[in-house]
C-alpha cells in the first residue's frame, strides 16, 4: 500500500475544509436573518442557516476522521477495518481515504 499517497489525500481534504470559510458565514447569516422580510423570507433564512450549521458539523467529523486516519498511518493499522480487522478495499480507501471501516462492516452499520 502506498501510504504517501492516502496521505496526500488526507491533507487535501483537510485543506478544503479548513480553507472554506469557518464559522464566519454561518455567523453573518445568522445576524442577516434577524427579522428582515416577510415570514418566508424568515423561515427561508433559518432553513439556510441550519443547513450551513449541518455542514459545519460533517465537516468537524471529517476532521476528526482525518485526524485518526494520521494516527492510525503512524500506528501502522492504517487500511484495516476498525470493526472485523480486514483490510479495506483499496477502491474505498481511495474514495474516502479516512474511512475506518470496510464496505461489509459499513453495510452493517447501516441496517
Given at each position: 500500500?502506498?501510504?504517501?499517497?492516502?496521505?496526500?489525500?488526507?491533507?487535501?481534504?483537510?485543506?478544503?475544509?479548513?480553507?472554506?470559510?469557518?464559522?464566519?458565514?454561518?455567523?453573518?447569516?445568522?445576524?442577516?436573518?434577524?427579522?428582515?422580510?416577510?415570514?418566508?423570507?424568515?423561515a427561508s433564512g433559518?432553513?439556510?442557516?441550519?443547513?450551513?450549521?449541518?455542514?459545519?458539523?460533517?465537516?468537524?467529523?471529517?476532521?476528526?476522521?482525518?485526524?485518526?486516519?494520521?494516527t492510525r498511518i503512524?500506528?501502522?493499522?492504517?487500511?484495516?477495518?476498525?470493526?472485523?480487522?480486514?483490510?479495506?478495499?483499496?477502491?474505498?480507501?481511495?474514495?474516502?481515504?479516512?474511512?475506518?471501516?470496510?464496505?461489509?462492516?459499513?453495510?452493517?452499520?447501516?441496517?
Open positions: 500500500m502506498d501510504v504517501q499517497s492516502y496521505k496526500d489525500a488526507l491533507r487535501r481534504k483537510r485543506g478544503e475544509i479548513l480553507g472554506s470559510g469557518g464559522i464566519k458565514p454561518l455567523q453573518a447569516s445568522m445576524e442577516n436573518n434577524t427579522r428582515q422580510g416577510d415570514m418566508a423570507d424568515q433559518n432553513n439556510e442557516v441550519h443547513i450551513q450549521l449541518k455542514l459545519k458539523q460533517t465537516d468537524a467529523k471529517i476532521l476528526q476522521a482525518i485526524e485518526e486516519a494520521f503512524e500506528n501502522g493499522t492504517y487500511g484495516m477495518c476498525r470493526d472485523c480487522g480486514e483490510a479495506i478495499a483499496e477502491a474505498r480507501l481511495k474514495a474516502i481515504p479516512w474511512t475506518r471501516v470496510c464496505i461489509t462492516c459499513k453495510e452493517r452499520q447501516n441496517l
